[in-house]
Structures are given as C-alpha cells and as structure tokens.
C-alpha cells in the first residue's frame, strides 16, 4: 500500500534505524521570568542565534524545507522561538512561532503523561491488565489479551506490527479501530522486541476516556493544554477552521515538492492527533524539565516522571546509525518517549511524521534544556539534525555539520531505494498480457483485518478502490499483476497481482505483499463487509 501508511511515528528515530533561503519571519525570545536551574548545566559564553539563523536558512534550501518553527528552551525559560520559510510554497505568509503543524506522533507523550495523572491518583496502575478497564478489547492471541498491561500500550511490546492500514484514510471510529486488531497476527513474541504500534496508543486513549468518563480530547485540553498556557493547541484537524496561523503540508510528488491536503487523524487521538505551535509545544517541554512542575504547581507527580523517562524497553543501534552519530551507546523507549545517550547526558526525545509534516521534541534534562523543532515537509530527517547541532552549541566544543551528515545518510538511503526499484523494472516481463478479459477482474476482494477493495472496469481499465481515500487506475505490468497509480499522487504506486485457479477463475487480490483480499462470491459482493462492527 502507499508509503504514506508508515509516516505516523517517529520516522528512522521511532523505527529503531537511526537510534534504533526564508522569508524574513517573527524572532520572540519568550518565555518566565523564572531563571535558569540551578546545578551544573553547561551554558556557554553566549549562544549565536544569528549562525543558527543562517545554517537553518541553507538547510531548509538543501533538504527542500518549505518552513520551519524552531523553539529553545533553557532552564524554565523559552530563550528562543523563530519561525522560517512559508507556510506555503507559492504564497508569501511567512511561517511564526506560533504557525499550526500537526505534531503527530510527539502526542503519545501527551497521552503517558495524562495516564501518569491517572496513576498518581490511584485511578490505575502502570502494570494493571487492559482488559480490566476495556473488557472487549481482544487481540488474535488470548493469552496476549490477557496479559496485556497499560505499560505494555505504551512502550510498543505488544508483539504487533504496525497495521496502520486499518486506520489511516479509513471511516472507522477509535473503538473500530481497536476492535480490528483481533485480526492482526503477531510479528514477534509478547514483550521480546520493540515494534513500533499506534493502535496500542489508540487503546491507551479509550482506556483513559472510560476511566474518566471524558473523551481523551477533552482529557488533554483541560488537564495539559489548559494549565500550561498552550491555547492555539488542539486535537483534530476540523478544529483548524478559520485559524489564520496555520501551515500547509508539503510532500514531494513526482520529484517536485508541493502542498497537500490536511489529512484527517480523529480516529487515533492519542497516537499522534495533536496539532500545535512552537511556542506551545515549549510550554509542554517546560513541563517535562521541571520533572512535572509547571508555573509553581506540580501537574504530574516526579516519581511517574521519573516512569516515563526511564528505559522500558531496549532498542537495537545499527552498525549504520552507529557510524553517523558514534556518542550514541544506548537506545530505548520509555513511556511516549525514546531515550538515548549523547555526548555524556540522556536525551529523552520523539519524532513524529504525517503526511506534509515532521516533527521533533527534544530534551537533555540534565542541561535543562529542550528543543522543538516543527516542519511542513513530509518526512524531513532535518528535523532530527538540527536538535544535534544546536544541543552542540551548548554544550560547546563541537562543530560538526549535523545537516550534512543525515543528507549523506538520506541519499544513501535513496539509492538503496532507487536499486530496489530498478530490480522490480528489470524483471518486468515484457510482451505478456492478462490470463483473462479484464472484466473478469472485477470485483469485490475482502481481508478480516484491512477490510475490502473494489476492483471496477472504467473506461476499459480497471481501477481499485479502498476506503473514502484510495483511488488507483491499474495499469497492466506482467501476466496478472498490475501496477496501481494512485489518484493522489501523494500515496504514490504500488503493486497489485490478481491470483487465477485452474478454472480460470479469480480466488484473490494481492496488495504488494502487503495484504492478500480474498474475492468475495458474487452473491455476497453486496453484504456489508464486517470491519470493525463486531
């Protein structure tokens, strides 16, 4: 399926790979009057903002960044917030602190935290069993739903892969969502390896609504947004009407970045809903260096901090990601947040990517700093170079050239790619054509997990639908697989090889390994397919 189902998530930062010119824009050095905390934080001479101004502006050029909102903060104080390049290409707004960008999956912090309030209330406990609170929740193996704990949603342990299928672009509602992972098969044993899963969060969201009686959204609004002053912040995509600092998501399609449309994530809160500025986001990250405390009132207690920005669950470091950046020894996730080590400190951080935005947060406690970084290009890594580079100018003692270094680490990706590509085209097997008429193709293909995909003859080809998003004209490759361009030409093309029997009849579609859709009995074609109604 398209590329743009693995974007939700920390990008190579969650997956485990990495660790496992601007328009003039608005400067706001904003933030307490609090002073910095006291101890021993490296804080150099003075830091230049105007060096930092200028790298950021060759940067956004060099990795085709259309915009960017960068905060710092330092101690308890935002020391520095800047906005750089457009919210849209084409158009002169430029991009302020204050700009909207959907954070994506830097929410599942938000969602650890409100479950860290729950916990200090005695409401839950970490290690209490899901099905205590959510009694229909069901996973294809019964001991795993059994077993599953509250701290096994939020460190990605589950066993499961992604499936991010049956959510993304799809009509179903949270509840659906989690009810369709009963279908989804295990990757890995229970708790023996780290697998990145949104609809684990997505549980977590529903687990907190049931306890509380409200919604996540409004869990989040009044219990985070609300106390720590971040009001343009809000959790669903329809909230953004009529808001004048909003920015555009970009991607690149046909090797040219444009703007896309903002895509709708309301069925998955907790796992990455939240769209935000950077100066909100800094309050947040004010939050998380004050170990819970906030304007002289503590909202989380230390000790379930503490939980949060502790090892859960261990990552493995490639030898690839080990020569890019040698400081790292050590990589794991916490509670919402993945750790590691740099330079001698510990680096509690996350990344998250939608489609047209990426996004960092980034903090290193011990120097009572933190860092956000917010974009509206689709899965730029120059989110994840700029926190090295600046982290390095207080700590002094380093120049290295963060930027350069991922962009060698993307090109060397890109050609691996590229290859990969290039292997599919020269073992297309020229000359052939379909086993049968294309009208025999036609039909209704059906999957337990991922739901249906329509195949229809029009205009004398074929096309496939799936779900209100997926559009693709099929275009004959060999025998009978066929190359699907999607409409959106955002979600790219991929693959789809129909399987004919002996009969000469068409028993199923297969999606580019992805999933295989049984064909649905012509009788049966017009039934409603049970997805996530059970």
Do not use: C
Not at 87 to 106: C, Q, Y
Not at 161 to 189: C, E, F, N, T
């Amino acid at each position: 399926m398209p590329t743009t189902l693995h974007r939700l998530g920390a990008g190579l930062l969650a997956l485990g790979l990495l660790f496992p010119g601007a328009a003039d824009a608005q400067q706001t050095p904003l933030g307490s009057s609090a002073p910095f905390a006291t101890g021993a934080p490296s804080t150099p001479a003075a830091i230049d903002w105007a060096a930092l101004d200028a790298y950021i502006d060759k940067a956004l050029k060099d990795w085709e960044v259309p915009g960017l909102a960068l905060a710092v903060v330092k101690g308890d104080s935002v020391v520095y917030a800047k906005g750089y390049g457009v919210k849209e290409l084409g158009k002169p707004d430029p991009i302020t602190p204050r700009t909207l960008f959907a954070v994506a999956s830097t929410s599942k912090a938000f969602t650890a935290a409100l479950m860290a309030m729950l916990v200090d209330s005695g409401k839950v406990k970490w290690d209490d069993h899901v099905i205590e609170y959510l009694p229909q929740f069901q996973l294809y193996d019964p001991y795993v739903t059994r077993e599953m704990t509250i701290r096994d949603l939020l460190t990605h342990r589950s066993g499961l892969s992604r499936g991010d299928r049956v959510w993304y672009a799809s009509d179903l509602d949270r509840d659906q969502v989690i009810h369709q992972m009963k279908y989804l098969k295990p990757s890995w044993g229970f708790r023996s390896n780290f697998g990145y899963q949104n609809v684990m969060f997505v549980t977590a969201t529903q687990l907190e609504a049931k306890v509380t009686g409200k919604s996540w959204d409004e869990l989040v609004r009044e219990r985070l947004f609300q106390p720590l002053g971040m009001t343009g912040t809000v959790t669903s995509v329809r909230d953004l009407a009529g808001k004048p600092d909003v920015a555009t998501p970009h991607d690149k399609v046909d090797d040219k970045v444009v703007p896309i449309h903002w895509v709708n994530v309301d069925n998955i809160g907790g796992a990455g809903a939240i769209n935000s500025s950077a100066l909100d986001m800094a309050q947040w990250v004010r939050l998380q260096l004050g170990k819970g405390e906030f304007g002289g009132k503590r909202l989380v207690g230390e000790k379930t901090m503490r939980d949060m920005h502790q090892p859960q669950m261990l990552l493995s470091i490639s030898d690839r990601a080990e020569k890019l950046n040698p400081d790292v020894h050590f990589s794991a996730y916490g509670l919402g947040w993945f750790l590691l080590d740099y330079r001698g400190r510990k680096v509690v951080h996350h990344g998250g990517n939608l489609d047209g935005f990426s996004a960092e947060v980034f903090l290193v406690p011990e120097e009572k700093l933190g860092i956000v970084i917010l974009t509206n290009m689709d899965g730029t890594q120059l989110r994840d170079a700029l926190p090295f580079w600046i982290t390095d100018r207080f700590l002094g003692g380093r120049d290295k050239d963060w930027s350069a270094e991922y962009l060698k680490f993307r090109q060397e990706n890109q050609a691996r790619a590229d290859s990969a590509r290039l292997k599919v085209e020269a073992a297309r097997v020229k000359g052939t054509k379909p086993s049968l008429p294309l009208h025999k193709y036609a039909g209704v293909y059906t999957d337990s997990l991922y739901g249906k995909v329509s195949v229809a003859l029009e205009n004398g080809h074929l096309v496939a639908t799936s779900g209100p998003a997926f559009v693709a004209d099929l275009e004959h490759w060999h025998y009978d697989t066929f190359r699907a361009v999607f409409r959106n030409h955002a979600y790219g093309k991929t693959y789809m090889t129909f399987a004919v029997d002996k009969m000469g009849q068409v028993g199923a579609l297969d999606v580019d390994d992805f999933a295989v859709f049984a064909r649905v009995p012509e009788k049966d074609k017009d039934k409603k397919v049970a997805t996530g109604t059970h």
